[in-house]
């Protein structure tokens, strides 16, 4: 009796074992199948899935002759800044009689600035060189540690984003792939011990350069004083820079070094075939250039967050007092009724220091009537204002706000004028920047020329109103609008 209760026991809890397994079993099968979905859906490597190939690398020879010099700088921080940069030393080099070895640009991942040596230590290890394996690790599998920032950015040579050459005509230029000083031995035959002549930076602007004995202009934001014929003087093979950033580091004073200023300033633009064919194709459906006001808003990053709403409203006023006849009431309303709100700065954002704030309204009295024909052409999101022509104006937005269209910041303008445009609209002509992908490594290109269009856009129209105090607004203020609009290049150097 025992016995049996005991057997239909052991047989219960084998059944419950059998059941348990094929249970298991099953769940580890949906799981599986289930790992695999959220594999294919969150891999951030590898997508979109059509990919075109581009080439960004210039591979040439060079012959070196035995009298030959070089310059040498270590190029960092965001694409921008390198631009600047490389303005001071395509200057410098022109004015030393050095051929410029130029490093590639840098594109996402911005190296900060650093004294010379850790700069160099930085830079040494900022290189895809020996993980190469990274690019072909398929989607289905994690990326590996070392891989992670792989994807994060990019190299690219300059001759990529800008035509150089009638930079390489004018003077001698030699690229320099990596930074390392084994390389300028291997590649100038040289060593480094004997024939580099350094000057070694140890903060951010530790000298300014001058062409000029006795120069009135002053090196206010830099330490220390240098002059071209001190350095003319130095014979080594290599002279060894550290950072060049800086707005006219290298002071052109002489009528002809403000020639040459002027001519690189004009050639280092972006002449990308993938930015100019997406800004053409945008331009066309904002009705061609200069048919739009562009206008560039940044409100990202601390300082800029803490002025977004002020300097939004300020642009968006001077644009309602240059071309519309809408009463303050109508402006008010549209508005969303928040203009009092608007023009206080974000208290939570804390800078440290405060920032005097320069919101010049002298906002020259200008209209322009925007072609029927062509507003037909252009697919406004809402009705044209029936009698206000200048409520009509064709508004191009270049921004790094989130969701431009439905962001706050950015309601009034949208609910103001109904032909406002942003970057997003134009997902179709965006389709062959998105779809560039880095041939070298395999990393897609689209979020570091998109800036870029975006700028190129804006600086199209026939009127420009940027962000005050963004150095980026200010060169396409300054540079790319007089440059793509056929006006005179304002050169300022102090
Ligand atoms: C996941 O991706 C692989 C390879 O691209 C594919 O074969 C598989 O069908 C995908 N799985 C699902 C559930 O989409
Ligand atoms: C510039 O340097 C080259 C050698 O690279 C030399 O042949 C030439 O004479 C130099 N020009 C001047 C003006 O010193
Ligand atoms: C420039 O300044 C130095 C002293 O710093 C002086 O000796 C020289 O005479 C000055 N030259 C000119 C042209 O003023």
């Known amino acids: 009796m025992v016995a049996a209760i005991l057997n239909i026991r052991v047989r219960f809890i084998f059944f419950l074992s059998l059941c348990l397994f094929v249970i298991a079993v099953f769940l580890y099968g949906a799981l599986n199948r289930l790992s695999i979905d959220v594999d294919n859906t969150t891999s951030t490597h590898n997508t979109p899935k059509h990919f075109q190939d581009i080439e960004v690398q210039r591979h040439k020879k060079y012959t070196i002759s035995p009298e030959e010099k070089f310059l040498a700088y270590f190029s960092h ?140 202009i002053p090196y206010s934001k830099y330490l220390r004083k240098m002059e071209i014929s001190d350095l003319l003087a130095i014979d080594k093979k290599v002279i060894h820079f550290g950072s060049l950033f800086g707005s006219f580091r290298v002071v052109p004073e002489f009528p002809t070094n403000l020639e040459y200023a002027t001519f690189i300033r004009k050639h280092l633009i972006p002449t990308n075939s993938l930015i100019q064919n997406a800004a053409n194709r945008i331009i066309n459906k904002l009705g061609g250039s200069k048919n739009f006001i562009g206008l560039h808003i940044r409100v990202s990053d601390g300082f800029f967050m803490k002025f977004a709403r002020p300097n939004i409203d300020n642009i968006y006023h001077q644009i309602i007092d240059t071309f519309t006849n809408l009463s303050p009431q109508e402006v008010d309303i549209l508005e969303g009724g928040t203009h009092d709100s ?153």
């Open 77 to 216: 921080s965001g694409y921008h800044n390198q631009r600047i940069a490389l303005e001071n030393a395509l200057l410098l080099a022109k004015l030393l009689n050095r051929t410029l070895l130029l490093p590639p640009a840098m594109l996402g991942r911005p190296l900060p600035w650093l004294a010379f040596d850790t700069m160099y230590r930085r830079l040494f290890v900022t290189t895809k060189t020996g993980i190469e394996y990274c690019k072909d690790i398929s989607e289905n599998y994690p990326l590996p540690a070392e891989c992670l920032d792989y994807f994060s950015y990019t190299i690219v040579s300059w001759d990529f984003l800008v035509d150089m050459d009638p930079i390489n005509k004018w003077h001698r230029i030699m690229d320099r792939p990596e930074h390392s000083y084994e390389w300028l031995e291997k590649n100038l035959n040289i060593n480094q011990n004997n024939d580099i002549y350094f000057v070694k930076d140890t903060s951010r602007l530790d000298y300014r350069i001058y062409d000029t004995p006795n120069s009135t």
């Open 342 to 494: 608007d023009i206080l700065v974000d208290d939570t954002v804390d800078l440290g220091d405060p920032i005097s704030r320069d919101f010049s309204t002298a906002a020259e009295s200008y209209q322009k009537n925007i072609d029927l024909n062509i507003l037909k052409e252009v697919k406004c999101r809402k009705p044209f204002h029936p009698t206000d022509k200048g409520v009509n104006t064709i508004i191009y937005i270049a921004t790094d706000a989130e969701s431009p269209r439905t962001n706050p910041l950015l309601f009034k303008f949208f609910n103001t004028f109904p032909c406002v445009f942003v970057l997003d609209d134009f997902d179709q002509e965006l389709a062959e920047m998105k779809s560039a992908r880095n041939v070298e490594d395999k990393t897609p290109l689209a979020n570091y020329l998109i800036p870029m269009l975006d700028a190129m856009i804006s600086s199209k129209g026939f009127r420009f109103y940027g962000t005050p105090k963004s150095t980026f607004s200010n060169y396409i203020e300054k540079t790319l609008h007089p440059l793509y609009t056929g006006k005179e290049l304002l050169i300022e150097l102090v």
